[in-house]
């Protein structure tokens, strides 16, 4: 039986580190992104950091998305308004008039965002 050359301590702080991206926690421990992912597939422990470090990462991701927003960036006010504002009748959609003709609906905000 052989010893484990990458604890799983030492793992779980090289995920959080890196925002539960693996092969950047591979290159930080000097080991392949294989050897965290057959990991994981044994330990809870690696696989919780995997997904607190990719939630940390997100979290940071939308906080730019809302500075972005704040500063009136038309592409930021577009994508929320394409995601999350789907509920609210803000959707891009292709429609088909007679099988032959498309028409692509704008949302009104976009076209209000690129005006100004």
């Known amino acids: 039986m052989r010893g ?24 930080q421990l000097g080991c392949s992104p294989e050897t965290i992912r057959r990991r994981a597939k044994r330990s809870k422990t690696i696989q919780q950091a995997i997904s607190d470090g990719r ?26 308004l394409k995601t999350l504002g789907k509920e609210r009748g803000y959707v891009e959609r292709q429609e088909t008039v007679n099988k032959s003709e498309t028409l692509e609906v704008v949302t009104r905000v976009v076209r209000h965002a690129a005006d100004d």
């Open 55 to 80: 939630s940390r990462l997100l979290d940071a991701t939308e906080e730019k998305l809302v500075a972005a927003i704040d500063n009136g960036e038309p592409w930021a006010i577009a994508l929320v």
């Open 4 to 27: 484990i050359k990458y604890p799983t301590e030492l793992i779980v702080g090289a995920l959080l580190e890196n925002k539960g991206l693996i092969a950047a926690a591979a290159r």
